[in-house]
């Protein structure tokens, strides 16, 4: 498996390489919208005296540019080529290899993320020095931060990929796709951070999973939680995790079996 | 409902004697949405819908030995594709059973998928931004191929193919024609036993036509690999397959050798007789048979099989001197298809 996936990481680098303005292109739009939301933070706060909640305006900054950084990190696209997949036959011949259709889009989503984190490193520096960020992050956080964002681009991954597989019984997953990112917009931290969110609100995004992916990661690189708060939230993610995986399975495997009824 | 066969799940290489492809009663029925069109049909649509059941394969049953090529003939809709489809293990039948090589294709085992391939004409597998050579190497390790195998079957198939200038080269710089043969390399690399051709020479210019038809024909007297392949040519069919199994409607018309399929679907021959003075006569000539065309000097007639020898020999002693020429032969296979399709015929089995 180490070398099927050597193989295909050699295969997708060369592929991503005819594409470098793409990838560029990618990485500053996805800069853009946290920037947005900065900028307007950054207005609020300082007509209400520079602070709100915990946050001062250098701390929205540190917010918003991790927030980047892990929105980089945990991207998931699958679903819009998925469906493209399914829809065009592309995916038939995936399905008559020895190796699961999963793996491919497990290192494309990899590549991507390799060839996108340098260039955005260098923005979020220059975003930083800007604004003068403050982070509070501590050896621990930075320590917390890989496993919790590991497993955020996992569950950003494992929901994406179930939404994808809806493909199978719809050929409109854009709009079954559409709705998730909705929802994620609010309760994901985008539009605010999740300590911010009015008390209901930030009762159910510690409920539901798109905290998880982002607003999570986030603050643990910020430091803008406590090691055993971060862990707690670890904890969180862990079970979402774990629960798109098994649905995964079972969506998957109702959905091949659909996807070989009604005509591959 | 799907039956699986038991004593066909053994997970063991067949001997050289046995079935490759056994297939009996094999169904597949789409249940497809209809509609009219206009927008109260539409909008009703939104309520209810209507559904039809559609038999694109309605129960056929064959079998092929190793190392045949069997030419899979019929219209349009016939049910060829999803019958390959069935037997590679995309689809799953509705009922029926099947087996390639031991195994029921739709369980898509591993070890069946080392030793099948399905190639489309009309689709890609390869990836688009990357030259052949770096897509066979991600191949290799998916199929597990020991490095000297693959060496030395990229170098069949380079050689075969005559791909040396075009496995270096990004897949989307190459014309449709290159990347088909590409697309063999990849479909074969991991020397299957079974390879299912759906359509392998679809809108390839002529000669490109025949250097597949080549290279599959070389492909299987090389390797042994049992081939079943659709295709609208018929040169196709007539250049590689002894054996054709003509499907319509989802059911079995005829199996058997290529050679018997005018004789059981075209109960008819067709006379051509050249004359030396170029003058046709005018006359009594439908007392022979059926005038199917009449130039100066040339006239072509269709005749009844059974009774074209005594015919022939009228036709012989009635010109006399005048005969220049005259040939007695088997309407060309496109129009014993076109027939075959064009009526309804009953299944008959050689």
Known sequence: MIRTYRALLVAQLQASSQYRVQVLLWMLFSVIRPVIFLAAWVAVANAQGGQIGTYDVRDFAAYYICLSLVSCLTASWNAYEFEYEVRFGRLSPKLLRPLHPIHYAVVENFVSKLTQIVPLSIVLVFISITFDARFRTTPAHVLLFVPSVVLAAALSFLSGWVLATTAFWTTRVHSVSTFWDRAAFIFAGQIAPLALLPGPLQALSLVLPFGYVLGVPAEILRGGVSPSTALLLMAGQAIWVGVFFVAFQRVWRAGVRQYSAVGA | ?350
């Open chain 2, 1 to 350: 409902m799907m039956h699986s066969h038991a004593s066909h799940n053994a997970v063991i290489m067949p001997r050289m004697t046995d079935v490759v492809v056994e297939v009996r009663e094999l169904r597949k029925t789409f249940r497809v949405t209809e509609r009219e069109e206009g927008l109260a049909a539409t909008l009703r649509s939104f309520v209810r819908r209507h559904r039809k059941d559609v038999n694109a394969v309605a129960g056929i049953t064959f079998r092929i030995d190793p190392g045949e090529v069997v030419g899979f003939l019929g219209p349009n809709g016939a049910g060829k594709t999803t019958t390959l489809k069935m037997l590679s293990g995309l689809l799953h039948p509705s009922e029926g059973e099947a087996s390639v090589l031991g195994y029921v294709p739709w369980k898509r085992e591993n070890a069946y998928l080392q030793r099948m391939t399905l190639l489309m004409g009309n689709r890609t597998q390869l990836v688009w931004d990357i030259p052949a050579a770096d897509s066979f190497r991600v191949l290799q390790e998916i199929y597990r191929i020991p490095e000297e195998q693959f060496r030395s079957t990229v170098n069949e198939l380079t050689e075969l193919l005559e791909l040396q200038d075009l496995v270096h080269k990004p897949v989307r710089n190459l014309s449709l024609g290159e990347r088909m043969k590409v697309e063999f390399a990849a479909g074969l690399i991991h020397s299957p036993r079974v390879a299912f051709l759906d359509e392998p020479t679809i809108g390839l210019d002529i000669s490109m036509q025949s250097r597949i038809r080549r290279f599959v024909a070389e492909y299987n007297r090389r390797t042994g690999a049992t081939i079943l392949l659709t295709s609208h040519y018929m040169d196709d069919v007539v250049a590689l397959c002894k054996r054709v199994i003509v499907i319509h409607r989802g059911r079995l018309l005829y199996d058997g050798p290529l050679a018997d399929l005018a004789e059981r679907m075209a109960p008819y021959k067709i006379i051509t007789a050249t004359l030396h003075d170029g003058a046709v006569p005018s006359t009594d000539l439908d007392s022979y048979g059926t005038v199917v065309s009449r130039d100066e000097g040339r006239v072509t007639l269709r005749v009844d099989r059974q009774v074209a020898p005594e015919r022939t020999a009228r036709l012989v002693n009635d010109l006399g001197d005048r005969l220049a020429d005259i040939s007695v032969e088997d309407p060309p296979i496109e129009e014993v298809i076109d027939r075959v399709f064009t009526s309804e015929q009953t299944t008959v089995s050689a």
